[in-house]
């Protein structure tokens, strides 16, 4: 049987961006990333795992004094948690062995709680990098999913502030080249 895939992200190409409805009137979009992780796919078995780390204190929305403001205790607690966590394992592919939803675990501020995430787009590409002796696989995909943040304890601002959070993350993973066997 093939060995599981394992690809580590591309941290130019994997981010966490995040909407948050703002007084009822507009939606505050912001990114966190580059993401740090790895993907295990195994598309014989329909079988994969994620870990992915977050650095909360690089939130980005374009605005740094509205960055330093999500920073503080009451919203990002940074400084106490500086990364989020993702680790997963339950998988739902389609027929064709791609990646539909991943359930998982999902750590902010200390606090664990379920989560998931859909794929709105998911492929596959090889690659051969200037100077490469072979081509190398390269997956990513687009994926969605809500959480509501009062869950974590990040409650300042409600209910002028939405609870429910939308994230749009991105990943572009590189394979692991597979040692040859003996």
Do not use: K, W
Not at 77 to 94: K, N
Not at 144 to 155: H, N, P, Q, Y
Request: aromatic share 10%.
């Amino acid at each position: 049987a093939a060995e599981p895939a394992v690809f580590d992200l591309d941290p130019a190409h994997s981010f966490v961006h995040f909407e948050v409805v703002h007084f009822g009137t507009s939606t505050m979009r912001g990114r966190f990333g580059p993401l740090a992780g790895t993907v295990e796919l195994d598309h014989d078995r329909s079988r994969g795992r994620v870990a992915l780390r977050i650095a909360v204190a690089g939130v980005d929305t374009g605005v740094p004094v509205f960055n330093a403001r999500l920073r503080e205790p009451d919203l990002l607690a940074s400084e106490t948690y500086p990364e989020a966590f993702f680790v997963a394992e339950r998988f739902r592919f389609d027929e064709r062995g791609t990646p539909l939803e991943v359930r998982g675990e999902f750590t902010f501020r200390g606090t664990s709680q379920p989560l998931s995430l859909l794929a709105r787009q998911f492929g596959c590409r090889s690659e051969s990098p200037q100077g490469a002796a072979a081509a190398r696989e390269i997956c990513g995909g687009d994926y969605v999913a809500e959480f509501d943040r009062s869950a974590f304890g990040a409650t300042f601002g409600l209910p002028f502030i939405a609870d429910r959070v939308r994230l749009r993350i991105q990943v572009e993973g590189i394979r692991r080249e597979t040692p040859a066997r003996p």
